[in-house]
């Protein structure tokens, strides 16, 4: 079974600290996403990366930063978190055909930034 | 806003009653995909029907597309108390390279 892993269920954190989520896949593919869900708002997409040190912009990637220095492992960072990036954060890898094909959740980092 | 629209965005059924839910979207689309979510957990993918094929099934679930529409129904046939989630549709548009989620229906099945 393909396995995405998060760091933690629950994180909280004190306004300008520097968070870091971490999501690891165990699947080799190449296509990895954050994303954060709030109430009404559904599912954002911040930043997704389609290889090695690739990142691409998502829908609000304002205050937020990603790293891929390997294929299993992709982080998002805040660089000085603020109350408003209070938020569940989902990871999710797929792989890529020519088309993108199903994604594979981890179960989430609900962060509360005080 | 975003690409795929659910509705509606809350649904109350009993266990054994059929649960429909629908999405719309507003570009011109590779694929459409259907995801569940239990409460506080990941999403885990249920479906995935591409934009050359009108309808799809697995299990209890049966998907359907129409692109001149630009629209999705997911129907839960035989429902079961442990269908009670939120599903969302995501599409991956034909000019684009990522997934756009909806907002999500919710569903509760009473036993």
């Known amino acids: 079974d393909v396995k995405v892993t998060q760091s933690s269920r629950y994180l909280v954190k004190r306004t300008g600290e520097k968070v870091f989520l971490e999501c690891v896949q165990d699947m080799d593919h190449e296509n990895m996403f954050w994303y954060r869900q709030d109430p009404g708002l559904g599912l954002r997409l911040i930043y997704f990366s389609y290889d090695v040190k690739m990142k691409e912009k998502g829908d609000i990637p304002e205050g937020y930063s990603v790293s891929r220095e390997k294929k299993e492992r992709f982080s998002l960072i805040l660089e000085s978190a603020s109350t408003n990036q209070t938020s569940m954060y989902l990871c999710a890898s797929s792989s890529w055909t020519g088309y993108y094909n199903e994604q594979f959740f981890g179960p989430g980092t609900r962060l509360t930034v005080l | 806003s975003q690409q795929g629209e659910e509705d509606p965005q809350a649904l109350s059924i009993q266990e054994g009653e059929n649960a429909t839910m629908n999405c719309s979207y507003k570009?011109?689309?590779?694929?459409l995909q259907w995801y569940r979510q239990n409460s506080g957990r990941g999403l885990v993918h249920l479906i995935l029907?591409?934009?050359?094929?009108r309808e799809k099934h697995s299990g209890r679930l049966r998907v359907t597309l129409d692109t001149s529409k630009k629209s999705s129904s997911l129907l839960i046939t035989a429902s079961r108390a442990a269908d009670t989630a939120s599903y969302f549709c995501?599409?991956?548009?034909?000019?684009?390279?990522?997934?756009?989620f909806g907002g999500g229906t919710r569903v509760l099945v009473k036993p």
């Open positions: 995501a599409t991956d548009k034909a000019a684009g390279n990522k997934l756009t």
């Open positions: 570009t011109s689309i590779n694929n």
């Open positions: 029907i591409r934009s050359n094929e």
